[in-house]
Structures are given as C-alpha cells and as structure tokens.
C-alpha cells in the first residue's frame, strides 16, 4: 500500500475498515470531526474487541481552525480499596496481568466521548447518540466476522485468557480460538450500547447502568465498585507541544508518554539529519528514544503525583543538553524498564478543517480477559502497571492513575498544513510516531509511504520481554549491519509485522485537501469522501 488517497468534505483512518466506514456515515450526515470518531471508537470496541473496547481509557487532542488544540483526559483511576494492604490481602507480591485483580482501575473512555461532545458542541447542532453508535451496535447484535489479528492473539494468549471470568464464553466459541473469517455476535455487549444511547454516555458512571455495571464488577471479584465509577470523570487539559523545522507539535500531557513522543523528535530535530532512511536517521531516532525513555521511566506518571513540570523538559535549553548526549556514531547500551501495551488509534478531519487525534486502549490484548456477565464489557487492565510499593515512579495508591502508552498526536506546519497521526503498540508508539512524522515532515516522504515503510522497535511490545532493536526485513541489509556494528542488538522481523504497531495519518492542506494513510500491518482503511 503506496499510493496516498485524497478527498476534500471529509476523511476518516483507523484500523478497521468497517470502524473507519461508521464514521464516514456520520461525517456524510452531516456529523462532526468530534463525533464521527465517537462512531469510530464504538465500532472499534465490537470489530476489533482484541484492540481496543469500552472497557479502557481514552485520549483525545481535538483542534479546529484558528483556535490552540485541546485535550481530553478520560483515564480511570485505581478503585478506592485498591492498596497494598488489599494485594497483601490476595498473597499477590505484584499485580497480575490477568484476572479480577488486574481489574483494578476505573474504565474512563466513555466519559471522554462525552467530555468531547461538550467541548465540540457550540460547533452545530449535535447529532442523537442513537446515530453515533449504529454502526457499533448492528455489529455487536449481527456479527462481526473474525480477523486474522484477533483469531492469532486469541490463539497464542489462550492459556491465559481461557478461565477468566466469562472469557470464554464470549470470546472463544467451543472453547477454542476463533478462526479468520468466523462470524462472532456479542449481544451482551450490544445491549449496553443500546443503553448508552438511550441512557447517555453519563450512564456509565451514574445511574441505571452504572448499577448494572458495580454489580458485574462485584460479580467477578473486581475490586472497582459502584463508588468508584460515581467519582470518575474526564478532565479537559492543554497539550505538551514543542517546535521543529517547519512546524508545532503537539501531544498528551501526563499519565501518558506524550512528552516522549515530542522529545524524541526535538532532540533528533537538532542532530541535522538531512536524508532519510539511512543510518543518520535511524541511528538518530532510537537514540533521541532512549533519551526521552530515561526522563519517562524517571519521572512520568499520574500528574498530581509528579514532582516535576513536564514542560520543562522541553525547554530548549534541556533539549539541546540532552540532544548533545547523543553519540551520533555509538549506540547507547539499553537495559531498561519496559512496558507493553495494546491499543487502537484513530484520526479524523471533518469538511470544516476540524480535527480529532483519538486513542482508545484496554492495556493488553483483551485487557484483563475479564468480560462483565450482563453487560458484556471488557474491562482493562491499565492497573497492572502499578508497582506494588511504598512511593516511587507509578507506585499504587488508591484513586492515583496508572502511567499509560497512550499518546495521540497532532501537528501544525508553517506553511498551514495541519496533521493528525498516532499509533498503537506499547512503548513503540513514540518510536513510530517518530518514524512516521519524520519521514512525512522532515523529509518529504508521500503520506502513505511514510506509513508503510519498515519500521523499527526499541524494547517490548505485545508482551514480548525482549529488549533488542528490532527492524523489519525489508530495511537494506547494509543499513542493518551498520546498526549492529554501531553496538546495537538488531533482531530481524518479518516484512509487516503486527509487532511494529498499527499507525495512521491524515494531513489537511491549506487549500483543503485531505490526504491519509492507514497501516497495512492492520485491518483499516482510509475512509473519505
């Protein structure tokens, strides 16, 4: 996939076709940036339910012409009996990546759709709920029909997902891994569509349905309660930014890992690389990732538990400091601390120039592999990245939010350009934000190419404990051995590897026209018109 498809009343990415086709249909009728991505989001959590669900937190950066980008913090904190007396309590020395007790934190992205919708709602007449989550809600009731990602994943995580409360039973039909191409209903799920529809997105959190919600948590052992849900909601914050050549980006602020991704590409900004894809450039980028992963695993966490200003290391002052760390010809030696993840990103750019960079995430695949009996909810288990300790970096305390991956990003060129672009994969998000952004924005690459060139991961992703720089294939071999002589542990994966991520784009041009790019390591499409 080479060619970059273009439109001018609308576009929409993701990773599934179908998700991507849900929002379209909202944007044709009439719909906004902001809710052809609620559309999207919805869909996704039924089509694509190994990625992403209702179950997680989300992450928005929403912009419209001529006003600063905004951001929406839905994530969920730790239930208010979750501490360590309650861990000590269960014999747990850490907390496990699966089961009821994973199931620690409050699922927050349903409060940023509706957090989003309040922000957008001076831009016209809002659409019916009822309309956002057709497309999910058909799907849910009628069937979606497996993919090859989700039937692999079920597959090779079965082990540890098959007695998981209601897991099998939702998503393992005859007790076995789905195969590609089976038709799967999630009818429970649907059912709570439906309500949200008709109840409100606040129903997740207050009333009827959130009384349904408490009593499925207290039904698998979920130490989240009724009260807990009460006492979340979505915050509006502004965005960490910095500049490089020719344009302003923007990201996340804390919990999650947004300053990385903006460090990463400032500091590789000041190395002068003035050609792609060769060792300058790569060598450079996984450097520039170290560097703003040492500050991440310092310092980066629940923000009112931080205590520093993230802003401040992206004055340009510690971002020349740190830029000249950087041995242009050695790499760095990297045992570190690692963190996977699993997540869906999508973008979309409605026909009044408004944007939405969105991210939607259940942690790992599947989440907790805890399904809720009644509502059929799967809920995540961002909490397990909390460390069993007194104090210190992302150390459990009732009601403090976990670190997140999560990170959407947005850009705004010098010359009117205006880009919206993300990723899943763990820790690899930054990195092949970098990739992408730099490929596309420093250098000139064509929108999809610079999607589906080969890419490169420093450390874990996707579970894998591995803390090697792994490139796909199709890189030169030249390239690869100059990478290992520079003291890099280069691992070679295969040509379109899910390891590497699912990324998106879409840039609107100054004389608005649309362009976008979706990842062939996924299932999505680029949906426009």
Same mark, same amino acid.
């Given at each position: 996939? +080479?060619?970059?498809?273009?439109?001018?009343?609308?576009?929409?990415?993701?990773?599934?076709?179908?998700? $991507?086709?849900?929002?379209?249909?909202?944007?044709?009728?009439?719909?906004?940036?902001?809710?052809?991505?609620?559309?999207? %989001? #919805?869909?996704?959590?039924? @089509?694509?339910?190994?990625?992403?669900?209702?179950?997680?937190?989300?992450?928005?950066?929403? !912009?419209?012409?001529?006003?600063?980008?905004?951001?929406?913090?839905?994530?969920?904190?730790?239930?208010?009996? @979750?501490?360590?007396?309650?861990?000590?309590?269960?014999? =747990?020395? #850490?907390?496990?990546?699966?089961?009821?007790?994973?199931?620690?934190?409050?699922?927050?992205? @349903?409060?940023?759709?509706?957090?989003?919708?309040?922000?957008?709602?001076?831009?016209?007449?809002?659409?019916?709920?009822?309309?956002?989550?057709?497309?999910?809600?058909?799907?849910?009731?009628?069937?979606?029909?497996?993919?090859?990602?989700?039937?692999?994943?079920?597959?090779?995580?079965?082990?540890?997902?098959?007695?998981?409360?209601?897991?099998?039973?939702?998503?393992?039909?005859?007790?076995? =891994?789905? %195969?590609?191409?089976?038709?799967?209903? +999630? &009818?429970?799920?649907?059912?709570?569509?439906?309500?949200?529809?008709?109840?409100?997105?606040?129903?997740?959190?207050?009333?009827?349905?959130?009384?349904?919600?408490?009593?499925?948590?207290?039904?698998?052992? $979920?130490?989240?309660?009724? =009260?807990?849900?009460?006492?979340? /909601? %979505?915050?509006?914050?502004?965005?960490?930014?910095?500049?490089?050549?020719?344009?302003?980006?923007?990201?996340? !602020?804390?919990?999650?890992?947004? +300053?990385?991704?903006?460090?990463?590409?400032?500091?590789?900004?000041?190395?002068?690389?003035?050609?792609?894809?060769?060792?300058?450039?790569?060598?450079?980028?996984?450097?520039?990732?170290?560097?703003?992963?040492?500050?991440?695993?310092?310092? *980066?966490?629940?923000?009112?538990?931080?205590?520093?200003? &993230?802003?401040?290391?992206?004055?340009?002052?510690?971002?020349?400091?740190?830029?000249?760390?950087?041995?242009?010809?050695?790499?760095?030696?990297?045992?570190?601390?690692?963190?996977?993840?699993?997540?869906?990103?999508?973008? @979309?750019?409605?026909?009044?120039?408004? $944007?939405?960079?969105?991210?939607?995430?259940?942690?790992?695949?599947?989440?907790?592999?805890?399904?809720?009996?009644?509502?059929?909810?799967?809920?995540?288990?961002?909490?397990?990245?909390?460390?069993?300790?007194?104090?210190?970096?992302? !150390?459990?305390?009732?009601?403090?939010?976990?670190?997140?991956?999560?990170?959407?990003?947005?850009?705004?060129?010098?010359?009117?350009?205006?880009?919206?672009?993300?990723?899943?994969?763990?820790?690899? /998000?930054? /990195?092949?934000? $970098?990739?992408?952004?730099?490929?596309?924005?420093?250098?000139?690459? &064509?929108?999809? /190419?610079?999607?589906? !060139?080969?890419?490169?991961?420093?450390?874990?992703?996707?579970?894998?404990?591995?803390?090697?720089?792994?490139?796909?294939?199709?890189?030169?071999?030249?390239?690869?051995?100059?990478?290992?002589?520079?003291?890099?542990?280069?691992?070679?994966?295969?040509?379109?590897?899910?390891?590497?991520?699912?990324?998106?784009?879409?840039?609107?041009?100054?004389?608005?026209?649309?362009?976008?790019?979706?990842?062939?390591?996924?299932?999505?499409? *680029?949906?426009?018109?």
């Amino acid at each position: 996939m +080479l060619e970059t498809p273009r439109a001018r009343r609308g576009m929409v990415t993701s990773p599934h076709h179908l998700a $991507s086709q849900a929002g379209l249909y909202v944007l044709k009728d009439g719909g906004t940036a902001v809710e052809a991505a609620i559309a999207v %989001a #919805a869909a996704l959590a039924v @089509v694509y339910p190994h990625m992403t669900g209702i179950g997680g937190d989300g992450f928005w950066l929403i !912009a419209e012409p001529g006003k600063a980008p905004i951001t929406v913090d839905a994530c969920g904190r730790a239930g208010a009996a @979750v501490d360590l007396a309650y861990y000590a309590s269960k014999g =747990a020395s #850490a907390i496990p990546f699966r089961g009821p007790l994973a199931a620690n934190t409050v699922a927050g992205t @349903v409060s940023g759709w509706q957090k989003a919708l309040d922000i957008s709602q001076h831009w016209q007449q809002p659409m019916a709920r009822e309309r956002l989550l057709e497309s999910a809600i058909y799907y849910a009731e009628n069937g979606i029909v497996v993919t090859r990602s989700q039937s692999e994943l079920t597959s090779e995580k079965f082990a540890e997902l098959k007695d998981q409360p209601n897991f099998a039973g939702t998503f393992m039909p005859n007790g076995q =891994a789905p %195969a590609e191409g089976d038709i799967m209903k +999630l &009818p429970a799920l649907g059912a709570t569509l439906k309500r949200l529809a008709a109840e409100g997105f606040e129903s997740f959190y207050n009333g009827k349905l959130a009384d349904t919600i408490a009593a499925d948590l207290a039904k698998v052992a $979920s130490p989240v309660t009724g =009260a807990d849900l009460q006492n979340h /909601q %979505a915050t509006e914050r502004p965005p960490l930014s910095t500049t490089v050549r020719g344009a302003q980006l923007f990201n996340m !602020a804390p919990p999650t890992q947004g +300053l990385s991704s903006l460090m990463i590409l400032a500091m590789f900004d000041r190395l002068g690389v003035t050609q792609a894809e060769g060792f300058d450039h790569i060598h450079g980028l996984v450097e520039a990732t170290k560097q703003a992963f040492i500050i991440r695993d310092e310092h *980066v966490g629940d923000p009112d538990h931080m205590t520093v200003d &993230p802003a401040t290391f992206l004055e340009n002052a510690k971002l020349d400091e740190l830029a000249r760390h950087i041995d242009r010809k050695i790499a760095l030696p990297w045992p570190h601390v690692r963190k996977p993840g699993d997540t869906i990103w999508l973008g @979309v750019i409605d026909g009044q120039g408004r $944007s939405v960079s969105f991210i939607q995430s259940v942690y790992f695949e599947f989440g907790s592999g805890v399904v809720l009996p009644d509502t059929g909810i799967c809920w995540q288990n961002r909490g397990a990245s909390f460390r069993l300790a007194e104090s210190g970096w992302n !150390a459990l305390k009732p009601g403090r939010k976990p670190f997140h991956t999560l990170n959407p990003a947005m850009a705004i060129f010098d010359d009117g350009r205006r880009m919206v672009y993300g990723n899943m994969g763990g820790e690899g /998000q930054p /990195q092949t934000q $970098s990739a992408v952004f730099s490929r596309y924005g420093m250098f000139g690459m &064509p929108l999809q /190419q610079a999607v589906t !060139a080969p890419r490169w991961l420093l450390g874990k992703t996707w579970g894998d404990e591995s803390v090697t720089l792994k490139v796909e294939d199709r890189f030169d071999p030249a390239l690869i051995q100059q990478l290992r002589d520079a003291g890099h542990v280069v691992e070679v994966l295969g040509s379109y590897t899910g390891t590497m991520g699912h990324a998106g784009a879409i840039v609107l041009h100054a004389n608005g026209v649309l362009e976008g790019a979706t990842d062939p390591r996924s299932d999505g499409a *680029v949906a426009a018109w």
